[in-house]
Nanobody, 131 residues
Framework: QVQLVESGGGLVQAGGSLRLSCATS????????MGWFRQAPGTEREFVAA????????YYGATVKDRFTVSRDNAKNTMYLQMNSLKPEDTAVYYC????????????????????????WGQGTQVTVSS
Protein backbone atom coordinates (compact mmCIF):
# COMPACT_ATOMS: atom_id res chain seq x y z
CA GLN A 1 0.00 0.00 0.00
CA VAL A 2 1.38 3.35 -1.07
CA GLN A 3 1.37 5.97 1.65
CA LEU A 4 2.50 9.54 2.12
CA VAL A 5 2.05 10.81 5.67
CA GLU A 6 2.64 14.42 6.65
CA SER A 7 3.49 15.53 10.18
CA GLY A 8 4.82 18.55 12.00
CA GLY A 9 1.94 20.95 11.56
CA GLY A 10 0.56 23.02 14.39
CA LEU A 11 -0.07 26.48 15.77
CA VAL A 12 2.74 29.03 15.71
CA GLN A 13 3.02 32.77 16.14
CA ALA A 14 3.88 35.02 13.23
CA GLY A 15 7.64 35.12 12.72
CA GLY A 16 8.05 31.59 14.05
CA SER A 17 9.17 28.40 12.38
CA LEU A 18 7.88 24.89 11.75
CA ARG A 19 9.31 21.87 9.98
CA LEU A 20 6.97 19.56 8.14
CA SER A 21 7.86 15.98 7.31
CA CYS A 22 6.46 13.69 4.64
CA ALA A 23 7.17 10.02 5.27
CA THR A 24 6.68 7.65 2.35
CA SER A 25 6.18 3.91 2.22
CA UNK A 26 5.01 1.19 -0.10
CA UNK A 27 7.01 2.32 -3.12
CA UNK A 28 10.48 3.57 -3.94
CA UNK A 29 9.70 7.27 -3.73
CA UNK A 30 13.39 8.11 -3.60
CA UNK A 31 13.48 7.98 -7.42
CA UNK A 32 10.59 10.41 -7.94
CA UNK A 33 10.23 14.17 -7.88
CA MET A 34 8.11 15.36 -4.98
CA GLY A 35 6.33 18.52 -3.95
CA TRP A 36 4.49 20.47 -1.27
CA PHE A 37 1.19 22.20 -1.84
CA ARG A 38 -1.19 24.04 0.48
CA GLN A 39 -4.83 24.94 0.55
CA ALA A 40 -6.57 27.55 2.71
CA PRO A 41 -10.35 27.51 3.19
CA GLY A 42 -12.18 28.87 0.16
CA THR A 43 -9.07 28.94 -2.02
CA GLU A 44 -7.52 26.75 -4.67
CA ARG A 45 -4.63 24.46 -3.89
CA GLU A 46 -1.38 26.42 -4.20
CA PHE A 47 2.08 25.25 -5.15
CA VAL A 48 4.62 25.71 -2.36
CA ALA A 49 7.81 23.86 -3.26
CA ALA A 50 9.15 20.93 -5.23
CA UNK A 51 12.32 18.88 -5.27
CA UNK A 52 13.78 16.48 -7.79
CA UNK A 53 14.68 12.89 -6.92
CA UNK A 54 18.26 13.67 -5.88
CA UNK A 55 17.47 16.84 -3.94
CA UNK A 56 19.81 18.91 -6.10
CA UNK A 57 17.02 20.77 -7.91
CA UNK A 58 14.42 22.75 -5.98
CA TYR A 59 11.69 25.13 -7.00
CA TYR A 60 9.56 27.47 -4.87
CA GLY A 61 6.34 29.40 -5.13
CA ALA A 62 6.78 33.17 -5.21
CA THR A 63 5.03 33.70 -1.86
CA VAL A 64 7.37 31.39 0.07
CA LYS A 65 10.68 31.81 -1.71
CA ASP A 66 13.51 32.84 0.65
CA ARG A 67 11.45 31.74 3.68
CA PHE A 68 10.82 28.03 3.06
CA THR A 69 13.33 25.29 2.25
CA VAL A 70 12.47 21.89 0.81
CA SER A 71 14.82 18.95 1.29
CA ARG A 72 14.74 15.17 1.30
CA ASP A 73 16.54 12.25 2.88
CA ASN A 74 16.16 9.33 0.50
CA ALA A 75 17.74 6.91 2.97
CA LYS A 76 14.81 7.67 5.29
CA ASN A 77 12.22 7.95 2.49
CA THR A 78 11.28 11.34 3.89
CA MET A 79 10.85 14.84 2.49
CA TYR A 80 10.91 17.98 4.62
CA LEU A 81 9.68 21.55 4.44
CA GLN A 82 11.42 24.00 6.74
CA MET A 83 9.22 27.05 7.14
CA ASN A 84 10.73 30.21 8.64
CA SER A 85 9.40 33.74 9.15
CA LEU A 86 5.87 32.41 9.06
CA LYS A 87 3.03 34.81 8.30
CA PRO A 88 -0.72 34.54 9.01
CA GLU A 89 -1.28 34.13 5.28
CA ASP A 90 0.71 30.89 5.41
CA THR A 91 -2.18 29.33 7.34
CA ALA A 92 -3.43 26.34 5.36
CA VAL A 93 -3.52 22.58 5.14
CA TYR A 94 -0.18 21.45 3.73
CA TYR A 95 0.01 18.40 1.47
CA CYS A 96 2.97 16.44 0.19
CA UNK A 97 2.77 14.70 -3.16
CA UNK A 98 4.79 12.49 -5.49
CA UNK A 99 5.07 12.81 -9.27
CA UNK A 100 5.77 9.34 -10.64
CA UNK A 101 5.95 10.64 -14.24
CA UNK A 102 9.13 12.58 -13.43
CA UNK A 103 11.98 10.74 -11.84
CA UNK A 104 15.60 9.74 -12.02
CA UNK A 105 15.26 8.85 -15.72
CA UNK A 106 13.58 12.11 -16.81
CA UNK A 107 15.47 14.30 -19.35
CA UNK A 108 14.31 17.34 -17.43
CA UNK A 109 15.21 17.38 -13.76
CA UNK A 110 13.06 20.43 -13.06
CA UNK A 111 10.27 19.33 -10.70
CA UNK A 112 6.74 20.33 -11.64
CA UNK A 113 4.71 23.06 -9.94
CA UNK A 114 1.48 21.78 -11.47
CA UNK A 115 -0.62 19.86 -8.95
CA UNK A 116 -2.16 17.77 -11.73
CA UNK A 117 1.23 16.21 -12.48
CA UNK A 118 1.30 14.65 -8.99
CA UNK A 119 -0.45 11.32 -8.59
CA UNK A 120 0.15 10.36 -4.97
CA TRP A 121 -0.92 12.61 -2.11
CA GLY A 122 -0.82 12.64 1.66
CA GLN A 123 -3.78 13.45 3.88
CA GLY A 124 -2.50 16.89 4.83
CA THR A 125 -1.36 18.60 8.01
CA GLN A 126 -2.79 21.85 9.36
CA VAL A 127 -0.51 24.85 9.84
CA THR A 128 -2.00 27.83 11.66
CA VAL A 129 -0.05 31.07 12.07
CA SER A 130 -1.44 33.56 14.57
CA SER A 131 -0.82 37.29 14.31
Amino acid sequence: QVQLVESGGGLVQAGGSLRLSCATSGRTFSIYHMGWFRQAPGTEREFVAAINWSGRRTYYGATVKDRFTVSRDNAKNTMYLQMNSLKPEDTAVYYCAADTSRAIWSPSQTPSQNQYDYDYWGQGTQVTVSS
